[in-house]
């Protein structure tokens, strides 16, 4: 396995930065990786993540991201593609790339979130063999509604 292929969240990011990308840009399965860098909206303290990237020409299509919480809990995050390139199996390849290096890593569980009405997510993540374990209902009213 080559060393980028082991690097995960701020390792990766400082290996990234150190090498110029050349240890970090391709990570696991040739999987391309970009380093997104975003300011805090309270703290205004810049955050920077390693998320993998699609690209068509000079374009990039599609964004897949990995996390993993102070306990521990690795998720498989936000995936999104550009709306052209859609329903051509990216999603499924970024996702693929990402469960292949947590199970490569020794990772025994991983979570994911989305929400009824993302249809094509929920498909996804079934064929990827993810179950339903918990379920979150969100209620909102305006206060002037409420008998309080
Ligand atoms: C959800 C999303 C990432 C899927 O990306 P994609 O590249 O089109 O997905 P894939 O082509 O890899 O699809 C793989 C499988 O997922 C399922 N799927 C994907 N989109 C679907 C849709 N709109 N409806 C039903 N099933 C869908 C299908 O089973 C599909 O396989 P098939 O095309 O052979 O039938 C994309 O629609 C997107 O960016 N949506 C907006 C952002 C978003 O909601 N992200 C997830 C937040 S939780």
Same mark, same amino acid.
């Given at each position: 396995?080559?060393?980028?292929?082991?690097?995960?969240?701020?390792?990766?990011?400082?290996?990234? $930065?150190?090498?110029?990308?050349?240890?970090?840009?391709?990570?696991r399965?040739? !999987? =391309?990786?970009?380093?997104? *860098?975003?300011? &805090?909206?309270?703290?205004?303290?810049?955050?920077?993540?390693?998320?993998?990237?699609?690209?068509a020409?000079?374009?990039?299509?599609?964004?897949?991201?990995?996390?993993?919480?102070?306990?521990?809990?690795?998720?498989?995050?936000?995936?999104?593609?550009? $709306?052209?390139?859609?329903?051509?199996?990216?999603?499924?390849?970024?996702?693929? !790339? =990402?469960?292949?290096?947590? *199970?490569?890593? &020794?990772?025994?569980?991983?979570?994911?979130w989305?929400?009824?009405?993302?249809?094509?997510?929920?498909?996804?993540?079934?064929?990827?063999?993810?179950?339903?374990?918990?379920?979150?209902?969100?209620?909102?009213?305006?206060?002037?509604?409420?008998?309080?």
């Open positions: 396995m080559s060393e980028a292929a082991s690097l995960y969240g701020q390792e990766h990011v400082q290996r990234y $930065r150190e090498t110029n990308g050349a240890v970090g840009h391709i990570w399965n040739g !999987a =391309k990786v970009l380093l997104l *860098t975003t300011m &805090g909206r309270k703290t205004g303290k810049p955050t920077t993540t390693p998320l993998i990237y699609e690209q020409g000079d374009d990039v299509v599609a964004l897949s991201g990995m996390c993993r919480a102070p306990d521990g809990a690795v998720e498989d995050g936000l995936t999104v593609v550009r $709306r052209d390139w859609r329903r051509r199996g990216v999603a499924e390849a970024l996702k693929r !790339a =990402k469960l292949a290096w947590a *199970t490569a890593n &020794g990772v025994d569980r991983i979570t994911t989305t929400q009824r009405g993302n249809d094509g997510m929920r498909a996804l993540n079934e064929r990827l063999g993810y179950e339903y374990r918990s379920v979150s209902i969100t209620v909102r009213a305006s206060l002037e509604q409420l008998r309080l």
